[in-house]
């Protein structure tokens, strides 16, 4: 089931019970997102890196891809792509995918207790188009190679072991990687017209050596049940492990993937959608999609997304308009950032800083609109907690 706040009751209607000062949402699904007021407020005009911000938030650039990363002696890497935060004792850090191919690998900034740069430094090199990933509650970064039989490669944010390559969860087009503790298992996003959406179960939580990939089967609805199947072959080879299992549920290019609360969503490019999957009660729906949007869509070419303490969605925009959108727990979706002046590009990255009141994410190819052009951004503010 569904667990939201009670006076998101309202707003939903459906079955419920309240448990605790929560609400379960039984068998009745909610409607996808639809566009409204931004709990931030509206956009203001281009600051000084060209970013429109609500009131009270404020942009700087991190780094730049060929440049070196102020306050260092390390230069960035070219299209950088997915990302995630680290604590590090009073401070943090945060890594970030390079998407090109060959080299590819991803990088890391440290950054002190004020917020100041500190470092800055390579945790994976020699890997193919690593685009998205997923931090893992041991805090390792996965990183995951968007091409045909790609692999996961996990990394250490600090640069001290070497990075280890995880055959066993499965060689395919990945995208992201999203960690469940509770299941303790792995969600996984592949990249195809007819990608599929799998599960990593480990042998021994804490450990991604061995275990075993399975696969979501369900009907061809955009909402129901779902169960998970076992990839016969998570190696992919000659028999793509897309195609291995009858019956496995097809999505139009998986992107970002995020978990929190016994729910994770990930989104799909090819129809502009979010979907929501129900943990508790095995079920599936659609968070956000474009085509049921009354009026003009806020939201298009869905991509990277992440979360906040207050249970909002940050969702990355993949060409098009360069936006970062929010969809609250009300189901409510608005802009809550643009950039302007870089339509040649994508907003990759965006992960929330330990304590919630920095996002960081990436503009892919800047305004150059090549790889070599990436932007590296933080925003700082009132974020709802």
Known sequence: M????????AVLGGSSAVLGGTLWRGAAYAAPAQPGTSPYGALGSPDANGIRLPSGFTSRVIA???QTVPGT???????PDGGACYADGTGWIYVSNSEINPSGGASAVRFSSTGTVTGAYRILSGTRQNCAG?????????????VSLGYVYETDPWGVNAAVQRPAMGRFKHEAAAADPVRKVVYLTEDETDGRFYRFVPTTWGSLTSGTL??????SATSGSFTWANVPDPDGSPTTT???VSGAKSFNGGEGCHYADDTVWFTTKGDNRVWQLDLTNNTYQLAYDDSLVSGTAPLTGVDNITGSASGDLFVAEDGGTMEICVITPADVVAPFLRVDGQSGSEITGPAFSPDGTRLYFSSQRGTSGSSSGGIT?????????
């Open 64 to 66: 730049r891809s060929g």
């Open 242 to 244: 897309r195609t291995q």
């Open 377 to 385: 951004y933080e925003v700082k503010g009132p974020f709802r907690v």
């Open 214 to 219: 399975q696969v979501m089967v369900a009907g």
């Open 73 to 79: 002696s390390y230069t960035w890497h070219n299209a």
């Open 134 to 146: 997923g931090k893992t509650p041991w805090n390792t970064w996965l990183s995951c190679e968007e």
């Open 2 to 9: 569904e667990r939201r706040t009670v006076l998101r009751a």
